[in-house]
Nanobody, 114 residues
Framework: QVQLVESGGGLVQPGGSLRLSCALS????????MGWYRQAPGKQRELVAS???????NYADSVKGRFTISRDNAKNTVALQMNSLKPEDTAVYYC????????WGQGTQVTVSS
C-alpha cells in the first residue's frame, strides 16, 4: 500500500518562501512519476508541477520561474520549493504519485497573506 505524507505547509507573507516535502512509503519510489497539485476553495484541483522518473519537469504557467520541483530517489521524497509567493497561491497542496494509478497524500495547507 502506497502512502504519501506531505509536510511544510503554513502561513507566509506575500513574497515569502515555503518548501513542501512529500515522503512515499510502501513501494519503490523511483518507479513513480510525481507531482504537486493544489485546490483552492471553490476551485478545481489543478496541477502545479510534476517530475517524471527521469527527472523531466513540468510547471503550470502561473508558477513558472517561482516554484521548483525536485526528487530524491535515495530518500523517497519529492519537494516543491515555492518562492515569491502570492495570495493566489493559497490552497491545499497535494502530493501525487502515478504509475498506472494515482496515489494522493492528505494535503497540506498553504496560506499566503499579510
Amino acid at each position: 500500500q502506497v502512502q504519501l505524507v506531505e509536510s511544510g505547509g503554513g502561513l507566509v507573507q506575500p513574497g515569502g518562501s515555503l518548501r513542501l516535502s512529500c515522503a512515499l512509503s510502501g513501494s519503490q519510489f523511483r518507479i513513480y512519476n510525481m507531482g504537486w497539485y493544489r485546490q483552492a476553495p471553490g476551485k478545481q484541483r489543478e496541477l502545479v508541477a510534476s517530475i517524471t522518473t527521469r527527472g523531466i519537469t513540468n510547471y503550470a504557467d502561473s508558477v513558472k520561474g517561482r516554484f521548483t520541483i525536485s526528487r530524491d530517489n535515495a530518500k523517497n521524497t519529492v519537494a516543491l520549493q515555492m518562492n515569491s509567493l502570492k495570495p493566489e497561491d493559497t490552497a491545499v497542496y497535494y502530493c501525487n504519485a502515478r504509475v498506472n494509478y494515482d496515489w494522493w497524500g492528505q494535503g497540506t495547507q498553504v496560506t499566503v497573506s499579510s
